[in-house]
């Protein structure tokens, strides 16, 4: 059981390129998280799409149930539209996904609610302790559920499912392709809520990345901030945004947090870690979506940016953004992230450890996570202690303090030092 904190060197890096370049040769020990370690890690989930989240069982259902009202209800069968283990969605399949399909299928009070809960079941089972699910407010005018009653809904689903291990945030999103009176709608609505329930802590922008000019949704974000809303913001996840300084103009929003921050340049870079801003990174959605640049692996696990984020001052929370479409737990991406990374064991507890700060709950909310994870990590053998130290500072504070790798006691684990030790 690993009670120790990272002792292997790791890149100082501060190019993206730098750190993708050089493959770790960590060894396996029993330092390495299995997937029961994930699953019974205490989680934050920071990134997680309410309709993008909904179990394709939980879709068939509710299809079905149309279908017996309505026989004419003429949309194609859940897993038709989406096969059972089919994850490979790019960008261009995946957008129409949710226009053509969800929203013609989740579109009543009823359904919403249903779906909600099913969701927020799933995330609880799945070991998640604090959850900040994030949604485009929709209005559906063949049901008559306005924009205010899918918010109202959502809430009462979330306050009924009043789970004492997982506590659930709403966050409301802006889609690119909102006009300026929808998005600024859209903050009302969060203030609204955020002031009358305390549920609605932020606002995201989201959708189809190839799509919009971000620059329409300055006032609305100013809003937000001079309203003490959390920010967040879709980031960076094509190659060519549609216009050419849009990441400029979304920093300048001021976010809290940053989703996906793929595409960056090295000035993008420098500046987001100057703000240690949080990165809220979701490994099989972009390898699924083939979001990323191919350097090793083909745009595999092995080219995702975690690698390099993980190792900064930058808090890194990881996220399903879709389950429903990518198919991967919370606790399948942690387990992935330490299989691909060699994320040991204490290393990845620290993960949430150290995002606890960037969620939008307040601050009774950050203690209790403190104390559920420091109770986790001491229950489970680890050497926590309450700092919120990054990895990067660690690192460093080893070093100044001689802990260097070179006087730990060194197992030889490569080929080449076995033979040299032998
Ligand atoms: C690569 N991942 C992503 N990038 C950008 N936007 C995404 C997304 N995944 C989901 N959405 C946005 O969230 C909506 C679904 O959830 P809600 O109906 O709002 O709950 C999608 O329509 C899309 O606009």
Not at 70 to 83: G, S, T
Request: proline fraction near 5%; charged fraction near 30%.
């Amino acid at each position: 059981m690993s009670t120790a904190p990272p002792t292997v060197p790791r890149p100082e890096s501060t190019t993206l390129a730098n750190v993708i370049e050089g493959l770790d040769t960590r060894p396996e020990t029993p330092d390495f998280p299995d997937q029961d370690f994930c699953e019974r890690l205490p989680k934050l989930e920071l990134h997680a799409h309410l309709t993008g989240s909904i179990r394709r069982e939980t879709l068939g259902e509710i299809w079905r149930k149309r279908k017996e009202q309505e026989p004419d209800f003429d949309l194609e069968d859940p897993l038709v539209a989406m096969p059972p283990g089919k994850v490979d969605f790019d960008l261009t399949s995946f957008f129409p996904l949710f226009s053509k399909y969800t929203y013609n299928l989740v579109n009543s009070e009823w359904s919403v609610e249903y779906a909600t809960k099913q969701v927020l079941q799933d995330f609880e089972s799945d070991g998640v302790v604090y959850l900040e699910l994030r949604t485009i407010p929709r209005a559906f005018e063949e049901t008559g559920l306005t924009k205010e009653g899918y918010v109202q809904t959502i809430l009462k689903a979330i306050k009924s499912f009043n789970s004492e291990k997982m506590h659930t945030r709403l966050i409301l999103a802006i889609d690119r392709q909102n006009t300026p009176p929808e998005a600024m709608n859209t903050v009302e609505l969060a203030i609204k809520y955020r002031d009358e329930e305390g549920l609605v802590v932020g606002v995201d922008l989201c959708g189809n990345p190839a799509a919009g000019d971000v620059r329409i949704f300055r006032d609305a974000f100013k809003k937000a901030k001079a309203n003490g809303l959390g920010i967040t913001l879709h980031f960076a996840e094509i190659e060519r945004q549609p216009i050419k300084d849009e990441l400029d103009i979304l920093l300048s929003f001021q976010p809290d947090r940053l989703g996906h921050a793929i595409h960056t340049s090295e000035k993008v870079l420098r500046e987001i870690r100057s703000r240690k801003l949080c990165i809220e990174l979701c490994l099989s959605c972009n390898v699924y979506a083939k979001m990323l640049p191919c350097r090793h692996d083909n745009g595999s696990f092995l080219d995702h940016h975690f690698k390099y984020w993980w190792r900064t001052d930058c808090p890194v929370a990881l996220g399903t953004d879709d389950i429903g479409v990518f198919l991967s737990s919370l606790s399948n991406e942690h387990y992935l992230a330490s299989q691909h990374f060699r994320v040991n064991k204490y290393e990845l507890w620290h993960l949430p450890f150290y995002s606890i700060d960037a969620i939008f709950g307040d601050h009774i909310e950050k203690e209790r996570l403190r104390s559920v994870l420091l109770a986790w990590g001491k229950e489970n053998g680890l050497d926590v202690d309450d700092d919120s130290e990054s990895v990067n500072e660690i690192i460093r504070n080893e070093q100044e303090n001689g802990e260097s790798f070179e006087e730990q006691e060194h197992t030889p684990n490569t080929a080449e030092e076995v033979r040299a030790a032998a």
